[in-house]
């Protein structure tokens, strides 16, 4: 079995403020995480826990916690996180309270809902892009976020 290293340091986040010429430093950081059982039989319950080492087929939760340490408030930030090359978004598991989600499959160029993102076919036409074709994730947080202020946004990918 092939064992792959997941480290975090090639899965920066790009960060941005929609509507300002000029934006506060919004930062973000992201944590990847597996579930797993502890506890005793018929006592178990489920733990986050740093995805350290993960195997094809692991899921892995990402969690980014995106905090505005300025003394302005960031109108409606936009952050953009690419999904690893070797990893596969798992459809509709993308969130975050108060955010607009919505995705890319040509390098983070161009972003749209699930059912307008759309792939060249290997007969060559045109169809709707599955999940697992999905290159970047963008949330566009509807609200401020305040000064000194954290939201938090996730999405679930599983180990090619």
Same mark, same amino acid.
């Given at each position: 079995?092939?064992?792959?290293?997941?480290?975090?340091?090639?899965?920066?986040?790009?960060?941005?403020?929609?509507?300002?010429?000029?934006?506060?430093?919004?930062?973000?950081?992201?944590?990847?995480?597996?579930? /797993?059982?502890?506890?005793?039989?018929?006592? +178990?319950?489920? #733990?986050?826990?740093?995805?350290?080492?993960?195997?094809?087929?692991?899921?892995?939760? &990402?969690?980014?916690?995106?905090?505005?340490?300025?003394?302005?408030?960031?109108?409606?930030? /936009?952050?953009?996180?690419?999904?690893?090359?070797?990893?596969?978004?798992?459809?509709?598991?993308?969130?975050?309270?108060?955010?607009?989600?919505? &995705?890319?499959?040509?390098?983070?160029?161009?972003?749209?809902?699930?059912?307008?993102?759309?792939?060249?076919?290997?007969?060559? #036409?045109? =169809?709707?892009?599955?999940?697992? +074709? &999905?290159?970047?994730?963008?949330?566009?947080?509807?609200?401020?976020? #305040?000064?000194?202020?954290?939201?938090?946004?996730?999405? =679930?990918?599983?180990? #090619?």
């Amino acid at each position: 079995m092939r064992r792959i290293v997941l480290t975090l340091c090639g899965l920066c986040a790009i960060a941005a403020v929609s509507g300002q010429a000029t934006s506060p430093a919004i930062d973000v950081r992201a944590v990847a995480e597996v579930e /797993t059982k502890v506890g005793e039989p018929g006592r +178990e319950f489920i #733990k986050l826990v740093p995805a350290n080492r993960v195997v094809p087929g692991d899921e892995v939760i &990402y969690t980014l916690e995106i905090r505005n340490p300025t003394s302005h408030d960031a109108v409606m930030p /936009t952050v953009v996180r690419p999904i690893p090359a070797h990893m596969a978004y798992l459809a509709d598991s993308a969130t975050g309270p108060g955010a607009e989600v919505t &995705y890319s499959v040509d390098g983070g160029l161009t972003f749209d809902v699930p059912e307008n993102l759309e792939v060249r076919g290997a007969d060559g #036409k045109m =169809r709707v892009a599955k999940s697992i +074709e &999905y290159t970047h994730i963008r949330w566009q947080l509807r609200n401020t976020l #305040k000064s000194k202020s954290v939201a938090f946004a996730r999405f =679930r990918a599983v180990v #090619k």
